[in-house]
C-alpha cells in the first residue's frame, strides 16, 4: 500500500531548524495514485477508506480512476455509494 506524506523544507529560521512533515493527502488522493501506477488493489484499499470517510461523491467522473472501471469492485463500489 503507498503511503504518502509532504515534508516542508522552509529554512532553519522559519522551521525553528526542524522540518515540518505533514500527512497531506486523503485516501481518494492516494486511491487516484495508486489507480495511476497501476496497483488496483491498493487503490481499491483506499477508495473503501474514502467511502467510510464519506470523500467518495466524485468515485463515479474522477478521470484518474479511469483504470478501474473495468474492474467489477469498481461496479460495486458504486452501487455501494448509491452512485
Known amino acids: 500500500m503507498v503511503s504518502l506524506i509532504m ?3 522552509r529554512s532553519p ?3 525553528g531548524g526542524q522540518p515540518i512533515v505533514a500527512a497531506a493527502a486523503q485516501p481518494f488522493d492516494l ?6 501506477l497501476g496497483d488496483r488493489d491498493a487503490a481499491f484499499q483506499w ?6 470517510r464519506h ?9 484518474a480512476l479511469d ?9 460495486e463500489l458504486l452501487k455501494k455509494t448509491g452512485l
Open 47 to 52: 477508495l473503501d477508506r474514502a467511502y467510510e
Open 13 to 15: 529560521e522559519v522551521t
Open 55 to 63: 470523500i467518495i461523491w466524485f468515485l463515479k467522473v474522477h478521470p
Open 31 to 36: 486511491a487516484a495514485i495508486c489507480a495511476s
Open 7 to 9: 515534508i516542508d523544507n
Open 67 to 75: 483504470p478501474l472501471r473495468g474492474d467489477p469492485r469498481y461496479t
